[in-house]
């Protein structure tokens, strides 16, 4: 099965830090994509950072960005200066050339004052 | 851009009746998906759009299960006799149609149907 593996369920730090989340992928494909999804408490799941596998380049958008290894199938994202907007769950996922998002299982990220 | 939009936000119902979700994705996106997510898990894929042609559906979609998007607009996901197990966050998505790999779009998504069934 290929999956989207996030070893951490929850993490916690403080305000003004940097966090690192984890993420880990199978694929048999070459080429896809791969993402970050926030969700906010009842909000809806946005956007934070995607990711080319055919681009070599690690993605950057503001505070956030990723550590894309494609040989260990790695995909961290780190988020600098945390704020307490950040507090969300956190979703790792991958889309083929079929189009379908597969997602991982989430982190728990809060961020305390 | 007003979003993707769903409605009811939230739907209670008893075991054995019938639930329809409604989407309205963005408007000039072609493509619109439908996710189920249950407590602690991400979401799963259910099935896509391309304009009304449904393209696929997932193992995880019963026969109780059946999506619609008769004018390429809006979609309808219906529930027939629902079953406690059907109690999940259901999400819808839509992106731009891509043309190759190296062109596929963002999804974005809604703030889903939270249905519980009693």
């Known amino acids: 099965a290929q999956t989207v593996t996030q070893s951490q369920p929850e993490m916690s730090v403080q305000e003004a830090e940097t966090v690192t989340l984890s993420c880990t992928y199978d694929?048999?494909?070459?080429?896809?994509?791969l993402f970050w999804y926030k969700q906010p408490p009842s909000r809806q799941m946005i956007l934070v950072i995607r990711?080319?596998?055919?681009?070599?380049q690690n993605a950057t958008e503001n505070r956030f960005s990723v550590n894309f290894q494609k040989a260990a199938k790695s995909f961290s994202l780190k988020i600098s200066d945390s704020q307490l907007g950040d507090t969300a769950m956190y979703f790792c996922?991958?889309?083929?050339?079929?189009?379908?998002?597969?997602f991982g299982k989430g982190t728990r990220l809060h961020i305390l004052p | 851009d007003t979003g993707v939009s769903q409605d009811p936000r939230h739907k209670i119902t008893k075991r054995g009746q019938n639930v329809t979700f409604r989407c309205d994705p963005i408007?000039?996106?072609?493509?619109l998906y439908w996710y189920r997510q249950t407590l602690g898990q991400g979401p799963e894929f259910l099935t896509y759009?391309?304009?009304?042609?449904?393209?696929?559906k997932s193992r995880l979609l019963s026969d109780r299960f059946s999506a619609e998007r008769p004018k390429g607009s809006f979609s309808t996901l219906e529930i027939q006799r629902t079953e406690q197990g059907d109690s999940a966050m259901y999400l819808c998505?839509?992106?731009?149609?891509?043309?190759?790999?190296?062109?596929?779009?963002?999804?974005?998504f809604g703030p889903g149907t939270r249905l519980t069934v009693l």
């Open positions: 990711q080319e596998a055919y681009k070599q």
């Open positions: 408007s000039e996106h072609n493509r």
């Open positions: 759009f391309q304009n009304e042609a449904q393209l696929e």
């Open positions: 694929t048999s494909e070459s080429n896809y994509y």
């Open positions: 998505a839509s992106s731009l149609d891509p043309t190759t790999l190296a062109h596929k779009d963002t999804q974005y």
């Open positions: 996922a991958r889309m083929n050339r079929d189009d379908k998002i597969i």
